[in-house]
């Protein structure tokens, strides 16, 4: 059984920082890609950004780009979400995804659907 576990929300001022970390843990385990999604009340879950865990290329959506950073640690199976300059309208809660290497699912990686795993979500309040 595949668990992805997250930390490292909280609530903050804008213009601060966080990061989130989101570690693997099951036997067998191997991911492609790592992703980072958002959700508010009343919303779909918007993704933030992934990464293509082979080559270690990563993927932002364009409202958090030049902001936030998505990097790894391969012997943790770990991947981190650094969020600089922190504004109010970040605030959701974040959830971490990843796509089993033999997945099945849509190719499209910007979409929720694509992904087999996920986090159980951390809250982010950015205050102005």
């Known amino acids: 059984q595949v668990q992805l576990v997250e930390s490292g929300g909280g609530p903050v001022s804008a213009g601060a920082s966080l990061r989130l970390s989101c570690g693997a843990r099951g036997r067998g385990f191997s991911s492609s890609i790592r992703g980072w999604f958002r959700q508010v009340p009343g919303k779909e879950r918007e993704f933030v950004g992934r990464?293509?865990?082979?080559?270690?290329?990563?993927y932002y959506n364009d409202s958090v780009k030049g902001r936030f950073t998505i990097s790894r640690d391969n012997a943790r199976n770990t991947v981190y979400l650094q969020m600089n300059n922190l504004k109010p309208e970040d605030t959701a809660v974040y959830y971490c995804?990843?796509?089993?290497?033999?997945?099945?699912?849509?190719?499209?990686?910007?979409?929720?659907?694509?992904?087999?795993?996920w986090g159980q979500g951390t809250q982010v309040t950015v205050s102005s």
């Open positions: 995804a990843a796509r089993d290497r033999n997945s099945r699912r849509p190719d499209n990686y910007n979409d929720a659907s694509s992904y087999d795993y």
């Open positions: 990464m293509n865990w082979n080559s270690g290329s990563t």
